[in-house]
């Protein structure tokens, strides 16, 4: 049995496999097939201050090894997430990821200001790719990454800030400094690749708003790329995640520096994905004689 | 509504996958332990091929409890079902069941009218399933594009105390739609209630005619939608809720909703 814990800065995730944002909801439905209480932790659907509606269906296509989503960060609001999901979820003793959206700098400001205390960290969205006149814009030059941090951050005296890094950039070394610098305490990334589907009998896109987020297994080379250059960029933890539907794809992660991963879309393809995938890392660590999962961490050898 | 039973994740055995009409299979599974289902109830499957990474979801025509054999019907007309329909005897595929909420009838309904429209007679088939011991007396209205898409629907005509089999060119039954069907016969059939499930302009069809002619018969449809997780956690099936500001989930607050709750 080896040792899975992993500390990210000061928080404990019993394991280093935590649910990805806009999958998996607040864990309640996935709960129902399985104790999440066996998770390393959850990074709840995007939240705002305000209910959104999110975008026209349909939201969701497929293609080879991927898929497309644009839900365009529809959740219930802030409020009513600490009113009838926090309690559930701290019930589960996993790590709490309040994922944060906003359109405007005071937006992000205001809902870390609520969220300061009451969650175990803050994942700070500011690359959701369905969302015009926001996230994404935040997310795209290093100035703004660090002008966002830097507010997010600042209305945030108890919990970790945990940056989240679009992948539709030029630099993600620029990038993930950008945030470093703006006082984010962590990383994570890759948020969804923009895409587009076109319907050929209609002659129009397949999606309302034109693009949409690829994810799924097919986009993990280019995630572990990523992840790989955000962990030699800075000095802060790192969660990686794209792609990853078994233990042997998050340890491609690890090595490359992740101090934990993400699992999104494998949790379409399969329920119990995550559970799968902490058992595995399991055996595979057992099996290659590693006795804590951290010695992994940035593990790879380039020679 | 409540959830009968507990959604699971199950590794499922196909027994038999055969085209029943153009384009349309029947597939029967085998799980590995027994469920409790209701009629109107889906499962999602998984397509049997690593690179489609959305599971299908498929309404449950039949289930039998013994031999623990659930029913579906699909029809091509994707990538993903055309890969399914390729699927074997004797191969597994992973799925998750039971979901949604189901199709309901009180005690004080006695006579239901059920009206399906091309693969969504296959929900109601459920219906008929379920009940077909009760005291609950069926009149089904079902529409087909014509003789050849019929088929399955024949098996279970008996259960139904009139069963009106449409089709758009005549030829099989009458010519016309189930709906105006169901509004010809109203007076005789005098439904307590009112099921339904079909493609999108039948059902606004039918909403429209019950508004029309002011009826206020309790009618329920069971609506699809594009699906991510399909349990209720991704919010990507959704529809709006009729004169509010939110959504409705179709994979876990429906699939089967009130007519008048939801936007057609």
Redesign the interface.
Known sequence: MAKLNVNICGVNFKNPVIAAS????FGK??D???DISCLGGIST?GLTLE?R??NP??????A????L?S?GL?NPGVDVFLRDDLDFLKSKHIAIVANVAGRTLEDYEGICARLDGLVDMIELNISCPNVRCGGMAFGIRPESVKEATRVAKSALKHTPLMVKLSPNVESIPANARAAEEGGADALSLINTLNGMVIDIERRRPFFANVTAGVS??GIRPIAVRMVWEACNAVGIPVMGMGGITCAEDALQFILAGAAAVQVG????????AMPKIIEGLNSWLDAHGVADVNELRGALQLD | MQVCG????LAVKVCTNEQIAPGIYELDLALPEEIDFRCGQFLNL?VGD??????RPFAVMSYDRVSRTVCVCYQVKG??TRLLSRVKEGDAL?C?LPLGNGFRIAEEQKRVALIGGGVGVFPLLSVLQEYHESDKHFRSYMGFRSAKFVSTFGKYDHRSDAAFIMTDDGSFGEKGTAVSKFFEDFEEARPDLILSCGPTPMLRALKAGLAERKIETPCFVSLE???????????????KKSGS???ARVC?DGPVFDINEVEI
């Open positions: 806009g999958t998996f909801g439905e996935f129902e097939i399985y659907k209910p509606l999110g269906t349909p939201r969701i296509a497929e080879h090894g991927v898929i989503n839900v529809q799924g297994a879309t494998a949790n379409f393809s399969d329920t119990l | 507990f959604m699971k994740e998984s690593g690179a489609h990474l959305l599971r990538e993903g992973a998750v939608e594009r699906m991510g997780c399909g349990i209720g956690a991704c919010l990507v099936c959704v529809c500001e939110e959504n876990k």
